[in-house]
T-cell receptor, first 112, second 110 residues
Framework: DVKVTQSSRYLVKRTGEKVFLECVQDMDHENMFWYRQDPGLGLRLIYFSYDVKMKEKGDIPEGYSVSREKKERFSLILESASTNQTSMYLC???????????FGQGTRLTVV | DAKTTQPNSMESNEEEPVHLPCNHSTISGTDYIHWYRQLPSQGPEYVIHGLTSNVNNRMASLAIAEDRKSSTLILHRATLRDAAVYYCILSNFGNEKLTFGTGTRLTIIP
């Protein structure tokens, strides 16, 4: 079974903490994505990566950074967590624009 | 980037066909049309995609208008398990972003 695995289902962090959300895929996909999902706003793209060490900003990159040192792993970093970053975070991967994407189960992050 | 427009919500009776519309009037010739759905408390899952011709798979059918400015996802016989948010997305070579909108929330009435 193909898999996209996010390191945590639930996470609680304090304001100002540095937070790492990890995503690993086992399908040798070139493209990986990070989204956040909030009620009424749908899925919003934060960052995506099309190759190792390559990244592009999505629609809402402010307050986030990413790292892709290995093809299978894509990390989302909140340099200094704030309460408005409380959200569901979803990771996805796919080979190319004309192939299906696979999603992880999501990480529900609460910043207090 | 080409955008898609979908109704916010739709209802359908169980065991009847469902037609979910999507408008994409600014679609380019190389944009693929993708559909995903998100069941409650889960990540999105792929449903179907196509370029120009109608497509069928075990989950659904995708009907693409001749001018490609709209498409319709068809669930042939809705079940309660099909209640989800359905997203219509365009994706293009050279623009690998996968950008979702707010989708259509489908409610199935028993």
């Amino acid at each position: 079974d193909v898999k996209v695995t996010q390191s945590s289902r639930y996470l609680v962090k304090r304001t100002g903490e540095k937070v790492f959300l990890e995503c690993v895929q086992d399908m040798d996909h070139e493209n990986m994505f990070w989204y956040r999902q909030d009620p009424g706003l749908g899925l919003r793209l934060i960052y995506f990566s099309y190759d190792v060490k390559m990244k592009e900003k999505g629609d809402i990159p402010e307050g986030y950074s990413v790292s892709r040192e290995k093809k299978e792993r894509f990390s989302l970093i909140l340099e200094s967590a704030s309460t408005n970053q409380t959200s569901m975070y979803l990771c996805a991967s796919r080979t190319a624009h004309n192939t299906e994407a696979f999603f992880g189960q999501g990480t529900r992050l609460t910043v207090v | 980037d080409a955008k898609t427009t979908q109704p916010n919500s739709m209802e359908s009776n169980e065991e009847e066909p469902v037609h979910l519309p999507c408008n994409h009037s600014t679609i380019s010739g190389t944009d693929y049309i993708h559909w995903y759905r998100q069941l409650p408390s889960q990540g999105p899952e792929y449903v179907i995609h196509g370029l120009t011709s109608n497509v069928n798979n075990r989950m659904a059918s995708l009907a693409i208008a001749e001018d490609r400015k709209s498409s319709t996802l068809i669930l042939h016989r809705a079940t309660l398990r099909d209640a989800a948010v359905y997203y219509c997305i365009l994706s293009n070579f050279g623009n690998e972003k996968l950008t979702f909108g707010t989708g259509t929330r489908l409610t199935i009435i028993p």
